[in-house]
């Protein structure tokens, strides 16, 4: 008879690409994850993994075997948080993962009273900036920002995320304070890489959509590390509002007084249809929602940008 913790462990193993980071998830030594997998090829009488220096993929077999394990695994984590929900409790696992700099800053510490009111699930939050596969990885809830490409996911808004030009007090002493989109054309930029065109900024005025190319100084793919080199006083960016309004409340960066507002983006819960009655994940999107606020409060505590 196969042991389910074995299943379980083979389906953490597929979806984290890997033993090593598997164990980690898992909060297990590599040694018990590649004990585990071993007794269940040797249970099942078929390799399920093709193991090399460089990656892990799947047998036939193990493609086969996969799909109805990680079925059984997600059905059975929801019929333990349903009995748990009827007691008004949230339990087991929740994994979550959202942009680096939103994650640190605003995600995280929106956590943690969630947590403490709800003790009994184990959350694993994953901070990066690439593009994360919902499904594929086995993510509870993803947090996005930007526009979404058509979907079978659902999403939900949990509110919206502005953007603003800033630059430091000594570059606008010394090189002029920009007024006019026009104006950002003659100053030396810290843009983002992550963008799809990184140095083309783009403006809305009278509703009427438009852009203007920038000249880099700096390229980088992390807004906080973009945001220190503006205060350092090494030119101007266009950042959201809930990365730069901590430095332009405490006047390490001010906003530049544009005529023109910098696009507006929205920020985003994902999460499978699959996911759509999970009552943890309902939960935290609900709680996100209300932390947050739309208006966010990071824009109220900007004192408004410009």
Not at 99 to 108: A, E, I, K, Q
Not at 153 to 179: D, F, N, T
Not at 199 to 220: C, I
């Amino acid at each position: 008879m196969l042991k389910l913790e074995g299943m379980e462990t083979f389906v953490a193993i597929v979806q984290a690409g890997s033993i090593s980071e598997a164990a980690r998830r898992l909060s297990l030594s590599k040694s018990v994850v590649s004990g585990r997998l071993a007794e269940l090829e040797a249970r099942l009488g078929a390799r399920l993994l093709h193991r090399s220096t460089r990656k892990l993929t799947l047998t036939e077999e193990g493609a086969a075997f996969y799909e109805t394990a990680a079925r059984i695994s997600h059905e059975l984590a929801d019929a333990t948080a349903a009995i748990a929900e009827r007691t008004g409790d949230l339990v087991g696992p929740l994994r979550v993962a959202a942009p680096m700099s939103f994650g640190t800053m605003h995600l995280g510490p929106a956590l943690y009273p969630f947590l403490n009111r709800h003790p009994r699930i184990n959350l694993l939050l994953d901070l990066n900036d690439r593009m994360t596969d919902v499904v594929g990885e086995g993510f509870d809830l993803v947090v996005r920002i930007g526009k979404l490409a058509d979907s079978r996911l659902i999403a939900r808004k949990l509110c919206s995320s502005r953007r603003c030009v800033v630059l430091s007090p000594s570059y606008a002493a010394e090189h002029g304070m920009p007024r006019t989109v026009a104006d950002l054309e003659r100053h030396q930029a810290i843009t983002y890489t992550n963008m799809r065109v990184y140095d083309e900024w783009q403006f809305v005025r009278e509703r009427r959509t438009f852009g203007v190319r920038v000249k880099n100084a700096l390229q980088v793919n992390n807004g906080v590390v973009q945001r220190e080199a503006v205060a350092a006083g090494l030119g101007i960016a266009m950042l959201p509002t809930f990365i730069a309004s901590e430095a332009v409340k405490e006047g390490r960066l001010v906003a530049a007084p544009l005529e023109a507002e910098p696009i507006e983006d929205t920020i985003y819960a994902i999460y499978s249809p699959n996911q759509h009655l999970a009552t943890k994940v309902r939960a935290l999107v609900d709680h996100l929602r209300t932390v947050f606020r739309d208006p966010p409060y990071w824009d109220a505590e900007m004192g408004g940008v410009t």
